[in-house]
């Protein structure tokens, strides 16, 4: 591997999409680069639990042969993305984490997101590590074992697209698809200094074969860049006969103004947020005041909410396995067995009690956006706690955290949104006092995933995060 190829690797998508455009690069140099750097990562991030080196470097052959003859088939020709292997990809084997699912054939047909990449000449070379059935905020499976944090190896990359993020702040390729049920993409792009974007449920299409948690659940592209995020759904937002959901209406003419802010860091008693980053959002809030922004401050009480969100997702677990057999169930982690035997056993009116607060919590968000255009929180309370134990040790909940594995708990600003399916985006904010980074959280109304685009590239193209942290 030449430095100079390697060099290519940190670079964005847009970045590779202008060089191979100059001739300046070829797809296939820096897909052979890519798997050069990759090919021990067992012994490194451990972000990758697939690797397919001919695989790559013949769709970036293909990819070469377009840009010398002129013909490049979109944004993201050439350009290197990984796949969490929670979604299939032909000839790849989709584990889900699991040892449940040893000896699994490979997919036969690429998911609709994948066969989207494909279409816009993507180069597909591995699938990322994932959490068991993507059910935990952490980066560790019994599968795959631990997957680390470039930025702080001792520290968790998040979860459960963890191997996604871990390679993109690695600076092993620009993009990788992710899933977020509950936070999933905005978590470890957050502990990972990185932009992540669950758009619009249905905005990138997933397949037939649905699993229980499917109306929560988003696919979408982890970056180092919002324009990355941008291109990526570009490529991939677009409707799908395989998926109902993507079946709707995408073009949206309305008037541009200015758009009216609401920001929220109190999310109910004991969040655990970090002095630094409350202090962030209040400065970048008082920023764009001053720009002629109309701000509000909202509160909202999404840590009393999250016990009930938590009781509905142990029985969504428990409804994911209840057909495995004693045999199967016996080999998953014992943390997920015991949290299928609680979902199991929560009544009909604790169910449904549960139903009826989340339903009233989407009406609160509901009412809110009718007076504001973007909603802006932390979108984790502070930076990566260590592999494992879900929060710092210093959070006011700890014990209880751990003992429940509630990391909806632990994590209160993404989970709502999956509820009410509307576009949310992380991207880096500050450092809290550990000094590792921390996202800000821009939500949009649904179906308006170009509002947080839009924003959130404005904020990265200026001085507003710098200047508001001195204000």
């Known amino acids: 591997m030449s430095a100079a190829d390697s060099a290519w690797l940190s670079k964005t998508a847009a970045e590779l999409h202008e060089a191979y455009r100059a001739r300046a690069l070829s797809p296939l140099d820096l897909a052979t680069a890519l798997m050069e750097a990759v090919a021990d990562d067992a012994r490194d991030l451990n972000a990758f639990c697939v690797l397919d080196r001919d695989a790559a470097l013949r769709d970036a052959e293909a990819s070469a042969r377009r840009w010398r003859s002129g013909t490049p088939i979109g944004p993201l020709d050439g350009v290197p993305v990984s796949i969490k292997d929670l979604v299939d990809v032909a000839g790849w084997p989709t584990r889900r984490g699991s040892n449940m699912t040893a000896g699994a054939a490979p997919a036969a047909a690429d998911a609709p997101s994948v066969a989207l990449l494909r279409q816009g000449g993507a180069v597909l070379f591995g699938k990322t590590t994932t959490t068991e059935f993507g059910w935990l905020a952490d980066s560790e499976s019994p599968y795959t074992g631990i997957t680390r944090n470039p930025l702080a190896p001792d520290r968790s990359a ?6 996604a993020a871990a390679h993109v702040a690695r600076g092993w390729g620009p993009l990788a698809l992710g899933s977020d049920a509950g936070g999933s993409i905005r978590i ?10 669950k758009p619009t449920f249905g905005a990138v299409p997933s397949g037939p074969r649905l699993s229980a948690f499917a109306e929560y659940a988003h696919l979408g592209p982890i970056a180092r860049t919002v324009a990355d995020c941008r291109l990526a759904l570009q490529v991939m937002g677009r409707p799908h006969l395989l998926d109902p959901h993507s079946l709707y209406a995408r073009a949206q003419d309305l008037p541009p103004r200015r758009p009216a802010i609401g920001y929220l860091t109190d999310a109910g008693p004991d969040t655990g947020l970090d002095p630094l980053v409350e202090s962030a959002i209040e400065a970048l809030a008082e920023r764009l005041g001053r720009k002629g922004h109309a ?15 938590w009781a509905l997702w142990e029985n969504r677990l428990y409804e994911s396995f209840v057909d495995a057999t004693p045999a199967q169930r016996a080999l998953l982690d014992p943390r997920l067995q015991q949290l299928c035997e609680r979902g199991g056993a929560h009544g009909a009116e604790r169910l449904a009690r549960a139903r009826n607060q989340l339903r009233e919590a989407s009406t609160q968000l509901t009412l809110a956006f009718a007076d504001v255009d973007l909603l802006l929180t932390p979108a984790s309370p502070a930076g990566a706690p260590r592999v494992g134990a879900l929060c710092a040790d210093s959070h006011p909940l700890r014990d209880r955290i751990r003992q429940t594995f509630n990391w909806q708990l632990a994590n209160p600003y993404t989970f709502p949104f999956n509820l009410t399916q509307q576009p949310a985006l992380s991207m880096p904010l500050a450092t809290d006092a550990d000094g590792l980074p ?3 959280q821009i939500v949009g109304r649904k179906y308006r995933d170009d509002d947080v685009l839009d924003f959130a590239q404005t904020l990265e193209s200026t001085r507003l995060f710098q200047e508001s942290e001195h204000a």
């Open 295 to 309: 701000v509000v401050r909202l509160r909202m009480d999404w840590m009393s909410l999250a016990a009930n969100a």
């Open 158 to 163: 998040g979860g459960s697209s963890m191997g």
């Open 188 to 197: 470890p792009a957050s502990y990972c200094g990185l932009v992540g974007l």
């Open 438 to 440: 921390v996202g800000l």
